[in-house]
């Protein structure tokens, strides 16, 4: 009977998650020819996880030993910008704005997992300083890996469903006083 490594059953399930998403292709194409071992195991969630927003940085803290990783991505501005301006059009607060409640329980549902060795934060605050982002903080005994990238995909995808669901609320603004400009004409004569 031969066993397999569940850190090989884990690798593939990350591979097959990967496969049916828009997400990056280079990183299927990358580990199409690796053998699937315990090497290969780390090195890909590694990549993964730089894999699923457009900006991700990583830092490990050598003193406290514990890793940070900062996920940035456009969809996160343009879903904090669509947001302001919906809430600047129904005269809603941010607490009382209904896409940022779902994307909220969306966050803490994306980032609940089977460990007590890791919090997150965000800032997705018009009014909180630099750019939008998604924090993870974890130390070395944290062993979810693989629920790691099943929980920022799911994250990554609300985002992208929260975007669309904003840009069909929101409204042009009806004002009747508002006369568009006519055409420039293309014919240009010299004037006397």
């Keep these: 009977m031969t066993y397999v490594n ?52 990583h830092h490990f803290d050598e003193n406290d030993e514990f890793d940070v990783w900062v996920f940035m991505d456009p969809i996160i501005k343009e879903f904090v910008d669509l947001c302001g301006a919906y809430e600047l059009q129904r005269n809603l607060t941010e607490n009382t704005n209904p896409y940022r409640e779902t994307m909220l329980k969306a966050l803490h549902k994306g980032l609940r997992w089977n460990s007590y060795c890791y919090d997150y934060n965000w800032h997705l605050s018009s009014t909180d300083r630099g750019q939008m982002r998604l924090l993870l903080f974890y130390s070395a005994e944290f062993m979810v890996d693989s629920e790691v990238i099943h929980g920022l995909l799911n994250i990554y995808d609300e985002f992208h469903k929260q975007v669309t669901l904003l840009k069909e609320a929101l409204v042009p603004p009806q004002n009747s006083n508002i006369i568009p400009f006519p055409l420039v004409s293309t014919n240009l004569q010299e004037v006397a």
Aim: proline content about 0%.
């Design 6 to 57: 569940w850190l090989s059953m884990h690798a593939l399930n990350i591979l097959k998650t990967f496969h049916g998403r828009d997400c990056n292709h280079a990183l299927l194409e990358e580990y199409a020819t690796h053998t699937i071992d315990d090497d290969v195991y780390y090195d890909l969630m590694t990549d993964a996880l730089l894999a699923i927003f457009a900006h991700t940085h």
